[in-house]
């Protein structure tokens, strides 16, 4: 353990550059790949008066939802994007508690405002919502509709219908055969989410991107996608899961509709793999071809750089079991999972009965995919679990496929996020969390097993975070593409990560550390090219604590490679450990196992001390002789290790 000198600190907390203001119609068709290069788009304004050749930590939310949401509790209190863009910014909302006439009486306001923001409102349903809501809408006094509007979580069951088939259509009932009236319905909608982010974003100050979701949910297994774009040029409409039921589609629509407007490009973030029941592999109905699948990874290396690695629904950094994998059970893994293997779990499955939501309990035990086949239900914690429902696994089946096709289709960096569906993002306090979603509202409610691995198996979710040069779109977006990314649990852990062949064994000491940390080194979502002599790479690690928060009490390596067997491996090595806790860490680490003709990643996480889960503050606040029975029973755990994990560096073996 090296603890780094306290001088060292102020090169790292760059906490915000806030300057103190409070379709392809045939699948075997390889999708195009978009003209513009992000990589190599430069800055056409004048920097940032604070702009940082070397990069600042920039704290941010890029999955947020309105009641521009169908599903969304939002709905309930009527918070609109505009709404979301104030809490980012450290504005006080209207919140929970409702009156008896429905009207919220509360406010909720964030501890400390955000650096930037996408709000991504879910592409699919922004007109068929519209038809049901606006007064003046043709449709809003159809039976479809009144029901939607009778209940929250019956509205969101109803449209959750179209998205959950593998051949998802318009209701025809509300959209007319064509879908034309929806279309035009969602064009008001797009138009304000739009606007919201372009009035808010504040470039130096405050960047807010123009985004949606893209909500797949085949066999009920999580298939989503936030879209993020990189400025105000975008699409007359979202291109949503009704319209490209495929990720290579998705890429090639947006392709299509950017190509029509100069400066229009976007990336596209995968979340919630941990419910995908094998979905998210690459390769889904494409031929089975060589020619096929490097047309494919050429795309997703292009349009989809990073992923998240947890937000309220869970984790999805690692699972225990994997046959497949071999190494030593991470207990971390198991902080706040919603899923693991083996285990007998309770799930209810929603769905509508002449009209009414009704719930389908059923009884599920975690087991892997069969080889070749995908699973369902995994949005309710239901099916099969897969490699590539998990980063550390995927990431190795991205090294194997990677020896077999030239490319690597699985090449993601890590952020976090929270997917409020309240509107307030980076609501990540655990002693102050307030929901995320329908039937959250309250203590009660939040500490009841809920629909979608919400209530007491939710959790408040966490943060995207970015080495950027400038707090701007330019700069956020570039960072995503070169996957200089991290994400954490919620603390604002700042972390620098790097890997080297010549690295200075003294260089946590030396007051220029970043410097020349990329001087002789890639960072962390590069690519450590091969060296010429026999050597071993070394990392650099570093780690500051939350200014706000706990101190540091590990790093964690975690190393994933392919053997020359072709045999998938993982290994988490402490290379840093304070137990009485630190304000920040710094080590470098040799990997003197490293074998040159070995395929590997590393990544780097931070762990902080055990602290409290955020239902024990909620069981705090019920009288004991009313607390269900998850305040004591000891069901759930009362503590959890609050983290952040960077992105990874690849090493293509020889």
Same mark, same amino acid.
């Given at each position: 353990?090296?603890?780094?000198?306290?001088?060292?600190?102020?090169?790292f907390?760059?906490?915000?550059?806030?300057?103190?203001?409070?379709p392809?119609?045939?699948?075997?068709?390889?999708?195009?790949?978009?003209s513009?290069n992000?990589?190599?788009l430069?800055?056409?304004?004048?920097?940032?008066?604070?702009?940082?050749a070397?990069g600042?930590?920039?704290?941010?939310?890029?999955?947020?939802?309105?009641s521009?949401?169908?599903?969304?509790?939002?709905n309930?209190?009527?918070?609109?994007?505009e709404?979301?863009?104030?809490?980012?910014?450290?504005?006080?909302?209207?919140?929970?508690?409702?009156?008896?006439?429905?009207?919220p009486?509360?406010t909720?306001?964030?501890?400390?405002?955000?650096?930037?923001?996408?709000v991504?409102?879910?592409?699919?349903?922004?007109?068929?919502?519209?038809l049901?809501?606006?007064?003046?809408?043709?449709?809003?006094?159809?039976?479809?509709?009144?029901?939607y509007?009778?209940?929250?979580?019956?509205?969101?069951?109803?449209?959750?219908?179209?998205?959950?088939?593998?051949?998802?259509?318009?209701?025809?009932?509300?959209?007319?055969?064509?879908?034309a009236?929806?279309?035009?319905?969602?064009?008001?909608p797009?138009?304000d989410?739009?606007?919201?982010?372009?009035?808010?974003?504040?470039?130096c100050?405050?960047?807010?991107?123009?985004?949606y979701?893209?909500?797949?949910?085949?066999g009920?297994s999580?298939?989503?996608?936030?879209?993020i774009f990189?400025n105000?040029?975008?699409?007359?409409?979202?291109v949503?899961?009704?319209?490209?039921?495929?990720?290579?589609?998705?890429?090639?629509g947006?392709?299509?509709?950017?190509?029509t407007?100069?400066?229009?490009?976007?990336?596209?973030?995968?979340h919630?793999?941990?419910?995908?029941?094998?979905r998210?592999?690459p390769?889904?109905?494409?031929?089975?071809?060589?020619a096929?699948k490097?047309e494919?990874?050429?795309?997703?290396?292009?349009r989809?750089?990073i992923?998240?690695?947890f937000?309220?629904k869970?984790?999805?950094e690692?699972v225990?079991?994997?046959s497949?994998?071999?190494?030593?059970?991470d207990e971390?893994?198991?902080?706040?999972?919603?899923r693991?293997?083996?285990?007998k779990?309770?799930?209810?499955?929603?769905?509508?009965?002449?009209?009414?939501?009704v719930?389908?309990?059923?009884?599920t035990?975690?087991?892997?995919c069969?080889?070749?086949?995908?699973?369902?239900s995994g949005?309710?914690?239901?099916?099969?679990?897969h490699?590539?429902?998990?980063?550390?696994?995927a990431?190795?089946?991205?090294?194997?496929e990677?020896q077999d096709?030239g490319?690597?289709?699985?090449?993601?960096?890590?952020? @976090? #996020?929270? $997917?409020?569906h309240s509107?307030t993002?980076? /609501?990540v306090?655990?002693?102050?969390?307030?929901?995320? &979603?329908t %039937?959250?509202?309250?203590?009660?409610?939040?500490?009841?097993?809920?629909?979608?691995?919400s209530?007491?198996?939710?959790?408040?979710?966490?943060?995207?975070?970015?080495w950027?040069k400038?707090n701007?779109?330019?700069?956020?977006?570039?960072a995503m593409?070169?996957?200089e990314?991290?994400?954490?649990?919620?603390?604002?852990?700042?972390?620098?990560?790097?890997?080297?062949?010549?690295?200075?064994?003294?260089?946590?000491?030396?007051?220029?550390?970043v410097?020349?940390?990329?001087?002789?080194?890639?960072p962390m979502g590069?690519?450590?090219?091969?060296?010429?002599?026999?050597?071993?790479?070394?990392?650099?690690?570093? @780690? #500051?604590? $939350?200014?706000?928060?706990?101190?540091?009490? /590990?790093?964690?390596?975690?190393?994933?490679w392919?053997? &020359?067997? %072709?045999?998938?491996?993982?290994?988490?090595?402490?290379?840093?450990?304070?137990?009485?806790?630190?304000d920040?860490?710094?080590?470098?680490?040799?990997?003197?196992?490293f074998?040159?003709?070995?395929?590997?990643?590393?990544?780097?996480?931070?762990?902080?001390?055990?602290?409290?889960r955020?239902?024990?503050?909620?069981?705090?606040?019920?009288?004991?002789?009313?607390?269900?029975?998850v305040?004591?029973?000891?069901?759930?755990?009362?503590?959890?290790?609050?983290?952040?994990?960077?992105?990874?560096?690849?090493?293509?073996?020889?």
């Open positions: 353990m090296i603890k780094i000198l306290a001088m060292l600190a102020p090169l907390l760059f906490v915000s550059c806030d300057t103190g203001q409070s392809d119609g045939d699948e075997a068709k390889a999708p195009e790949v978009a513009v992000s990589s190599q430069e800055y056409t304004e004048a920097p940032c008066g604070n702009y940082d070397n600042m930590a920039l704290f941010g939310d890029l999955h947020v939802h309105t521009y949401s169908f599903d969304a509790a939002a309930s209190f009527g918070a609109t994007p709404d979301a863009q104030r809490y980012a910014r450290g504005e006080a909302i209207p919140f929970f508690p409702l009156n008896e006439q429905g009207i009486t509360g909720a306001k964030i501890d400390r405002p955000l650096d930037f923001l996408a991504t409102d879910h592409g699919e349903f922004l007109g068929e919502r519209a049901c809501r606006a007064m003046e809408s043709p449709k809003r006094d159809t039976s479809f509709c009144q029901n509007r009778a209940n929250e979580r019956q509205g969101m069951v109803m449209l959750s219908s179209v998205i959950t088939t593998e051949t998802p259509e318009r209701l025809q009932e509300i959209c007319g055969e064509d879908g009236l929806c279309r035009e319905y969602a064009r008001s797009w138009q989410i739009q606007d919201a982010a372009n009035n808010a974003n504040e470039p100050k405050f960047t807010s991107f123009v985004a979701e893209y909500t797949g949910t085949p009920t999580n298939y989503h996608r936030n879209v990189r105000e040029e975008v699409p007359a409409l979202p949503s899961y009704i319209d490209a039921p495929i990720d290579s589609k998705l890429w090639s947006l392709d299509a509709v950017c190509k407007k100069e400066g229009c490009d976007y990336l596209t973030i995968p919630n793999s941990n419910l995908a029941n094998g998210m592999a390769y889904m109905q494409l031929k089975d071809t060589t096929a490097l494919y990874a050429r795309t997703r290396l292009s989809e750089p992923m998240e690695i937000q309220h869970g984790g999805s690692c225990n079991g994997l497949t994998i071999f190494g030593a059970p971390l893994c198991d902080v706040e999972a919603v693991y293997i083996g285990e779990k309770a799930y209810v499955i929603p769905g509508i009965k002449d009209g009414k939501l719930l389908e309990p059923g009884i035990v975690a087991t892997e069969e080889p070749g086949t995908t699973g369902n949005m309710v914690g239901a099916g099969c679990v490699a590539t429902d998990f980063q550390r696994s990431l190795i089946v991205g090294l194997k990677e096709i490319l690597n289709p699985i090449k993601l960096g890590i952020i @976090a #996020a929270t $997917d409020t509107a993002p980076g /609501a306090k655990e002693s102050a969390w307030t929901g995320a &979603v %039937g959250e509202a309250t203590p009660q409610q939040r500490l009841q097993p809920g629909l979608l691995t209530g007491i198996d939710g959790n408040p979710g966490g943060l995207a975070a970015v950027a400038e701007t779109r330019d700069a956020i977006f570039d593409i070169r996957r990314v991290f994400g954490t649990s919620g603390p604002r852990i700042t972390a620098r990560f790097f890997a080297s062949w010549t690295m200075d064994k003294n260089i946590c000491s030396n007051p220029d550390l410097s020349v940390a990329y001087a002789n080194g890639v590069g690519d450590l090219p091969s060296s010429s002599e026999d050597s071993k790479p070394s990392f650099l690690a570093f @780690a #500051a604590r $939350d200014a706000m928060g706990q101190k540091l009490e /590990a790093l964690h390596l975690i190393k994933g392919v053997d &020359v067997q %072709g045999k998938m491996h993982n290994r988490v090595i402490p290379i840093a450990v304070d137990e009485s806790g630190a920040s860490l710094c080590t470098l680490y040799t990997d003197t196992t074998d040159p003709n070995q395929s590997s990643y590393y990544y780097l996480r931070v762990v902080e001390p055990e602290t409290a955020w239902h024990t503050y909620d069981c705090a606040q019920i009288p004991e002789v009313d607390r269900p029975d305040c004591s029973n000891g069901t759930y755990p009362e503590t959890i290790r609050e983290m952040a994990w960077t992105s990874p560096i690849w090493y293509k073996g020889l």
